[in-house]
C-alpha cells in the first residue's frame, strides 16, 4: 500500500463528515432530493413499458416498493452510522476496505450518468408531447435532451444551494399533481382494462421478473440523501428521515398513478404510447388534460435530471478526497460545488445521448436505463451487505438480509445483455484503480 492510501484510515462508526461547509442542505431540500431523483421519467413512461404484462405488472410493482422500503431502511441506518459524503461508496469502503469500495464508486456513477442520459432523453419526450415539432426527428430529439441537461448542468456550476432550491421547487409541482391524478383517476378506471391477469404466454413468475427489472428504474434514486450528506444540516438524523419519508412518497405516488393509467387505455393502446400518462389524462378529460399532464412530466423529468446531475458531482468527490479518484475532482468553487465532478459527468452523459440519437427515443430511453439499473444494483448489494456485517440490533440486520436478497433477486432479473454491459464497464475502471494506487 502506498503512503497516499496508508494515510487514509477507515472510518470509525461515529464518523461525520465535516470536510464541507457551509451545509446547505436541509431536511426538506434532502427529502426533496430523494423525491425528486426517483420520481422522473419512470412513472410517467413506465405504463407503456409494462402494457405487455398486463394487470400482472401490479405484482412487480408490489415486489419493487416492498424492496424499496427495505433498501430505504438500510440506507437509512446506515447513514446514521456513517453520515459522510459519498454514500454507497462510504458504506462499501467503511465496511469492506479500499477496493470493494472503489468499485461501487466506479459502478454507482456510471449508473448516475447513465439515468441522467435517460432522464434527459424522457424530458425530450415529455417536451415532443407538448411541441412535436421540437423532437420531430432524432437529431432535434438529441438537441433537446441535450440542452436540458447542459441547463441543469450550470444551475449546479452556480451552486449547491441553488441545485437544492431548484430541486425542492421541482418535486412539489410533479409531486401534488401526480397524486391527485393518481387518487382521482382510479374512480375513473375500467375494470376490464385488468383482465387478463397474465395476458401472457409466459408464467406468472417469469412475468413478475420482468416486471420488477422495469419498475426497479422507478425506484431508483432511493438513497439520494446519502450522497451529499456532507453538505446536509444535522446529517445523521436529516438524512436517514429524509430517505425513509422520501422513498415512500414517492413510491405511493408513482404506484398509484400507474395503476389508474392501466386502467384508463387499452393495453394495445397503452404499448404504442409515447406519453402514456398524458394520453390517458387527454381520454379521460380532453386535450387540455392531456397537456397538462405533459407539462408535469416535463417538470418532473427536469426536476430528476437536477438532482441526478447533484449526485454525479458529489460520488467523484468523495472518492477523489479518499484518493481514489483523481485528485481535481476535490476542488471546490465558492459555491461549494466540485466542477469537475459536474462537468465530466454530464459530458458521459451527453456521449451517451450522442452516440445513440439515431436511435428512437424509446430505444435510447430503454437502453439507458437498464445499463443504469445494472449498475445500481452491486452498490444496493453490497450497502445492503455492509449492514449485515458492521450493523447492530437484529431487527436492522433481518431487513437488511431481506433487502440483500431482493436486490440479488432484481440483479438477476435484470437480463444478461445489461449485465454484461455493466459488467465492462465497471471493468473498464480498474486501470483508473491501478494508476491512482500507484501515485505517490
Given amino acids: 500500500m502506498t503512503a497516499m492510501h496508508a494515510a ?54 408490489g415486489i419493487t416498493l416492498a424492496g424499496a422500503m427495505l433498501l430505504a431502511i438500510t440506507f437509512a441506518r446506515l447513514a446514521t452510522r456513517w453520515p459522510q459524503t459519498g454514500g454507497p461508496y462510504v458504506f462499501a469502503r467503511n465496511a469492506f476496505g479500499e477496493l470493494p469500495g472503489f468499485v461501487i464508486a466506479w459502478s454507482y456513477w456510471i449508473s448516475i450518468w447513465c439515468a441522467t442520459a435517460a432522464i434527459a432523453v424522457a424530458f425530450a419526450g415529455s417536451v415532443g ?12 430529439a438529441a438537441a433537446c435532451a441535450l440542452g436540458a441537461l447542459w441547463v441543469c448542468s450550470g444551475v449546479n456550476l452556480i451552486g449547491l444551494r441553488e441545485a437544492g432550491g431548484l430541486q425542492l421547487i421541482t418535486t412539489v409541482l410533479k409531486l401534488l399533481p401526480l397524486l391527485l391524478f393518481g387518487l382521482i383517476a ?75 393509467v392501466l386502467g384508463l387505455l ?19 378529460w380532453g386535450p387540455i388534460a392531456g397537456v397538462a399532464l405533459a ?9 430528476a435530471l437536477n438532482g441526478w ?37 454530464s459530458v458521459l452523459a451527453s456521449a451517451l445521448v450522442a452516440t445513440n440519437y439515431s436511435r428512437s427515443l ?10 443504469s439499473t445494472a449498475a445500481t444494483l452491486l452498490p444496493y448489494v453490497v450497502s445492503s451487505a455492509a449492514w449485515l456485517v458492521r450493523g447492530s440490533g437484529a431487527l436492522s440486520r433481518t431487513l437488511a438480509a431481506f433487502a440483500l436478497a431482493y436486490s440479488l433477486y432484481a440483479m438477476f432479473g435484470i437480463g444478461s445483455e445489461a449485465l454484461a454491459w455493466g459488467a465492462v464497464l465497471i471493468l473498464a475502471g480498474f486501470p483508473l484503480y491501478a494508476w491512482m494506487r500507484r501515485r505517490p
Avoid at 51 to 59: D, I, R, V, Y
Wanted: aromatic content about 8%; proline content about 9%.
Fill in 8 to 61: 487514509i484510515p477507515p472510518a470509525t462508526d461515529d464518523t461525520i463528515d465535516h470536510m464541507t461547509s457551509p451545509r446547505p442542505l436541509g431536511f426538506w431540500s434532502a427529502t426533496a432530493l430523494v423525491v425528486g431523483s426517483m420520481i422522473g421519467s419512470g412513472a410517467f413512461l413506465l405504463p407503456a413499458a409494462l402494457a405487455p404484462f398486463g394487470a400482472a405488472s401490479l405484482l412487480g410493482w
Fill in 129 to 140: 408531447a407538448i411541441f412535436p415539432a421540437l423532437t420531430a426527428t432524432p437529431l432535434r
Fill in 186 to 260: 382510479l374512480w375513473f378506471v375500467d375494470a376490464k382494462h385488468y383482465t387478463p391477469f397474465n395476458p401472457t404466454t409466459e408464467r406468472l413468475p417469469h412475468v413478475a421478473n420482468a416486471a420488477v427489472a422495469l419498475t426497479l428504474w422507478a425506484m431508483l434514486g432511493l438513497e439520494a440523501a446519502t450522497v451529499p450528506a456532507g453538505s446536509t444540516e444535522n446529517a445523521q438524523s436529516t438524512v436517514p428521515r429524509a430517505t425513509v419519508l422520501g422513498t415512500l412518497l414517492a413510491g405511493v405516488a408513482t404506484i398509484l398513478a400507474c395503476t389508474a
Fill in 266 to 284: 387499452p393495453r394495445e393502446v397503452l404499448a404504442q404510447s409515447q406519453a402514456p400518462m398524458a394520453d390517458a389524462a387527454r381520454a379521460l
Fill in 295 to 303: 407539462v408535469v412530466m416535463a417538470i418532473s423529468c427536469f426536476g
Fill in 309 to 345: 446531475i447533484l449526485l454525479s458531482a458529489q460520488l467523484p468527490l468523495a472518492a477523489a478526497r479518499d484518493g481514489l479518484f483523481p485528485k481535481p475532482f476535490t476542488k471546490l468553487d465558492k459555491g461549494g460545488t466540485p466542477v469537475l465532478g459536474v462537468i465530466v459527468s
Fill in 362 to 371: 424509446v430505444q435510447v430511453f430503454t437502453f439507458s436505463i437498464l445499463l
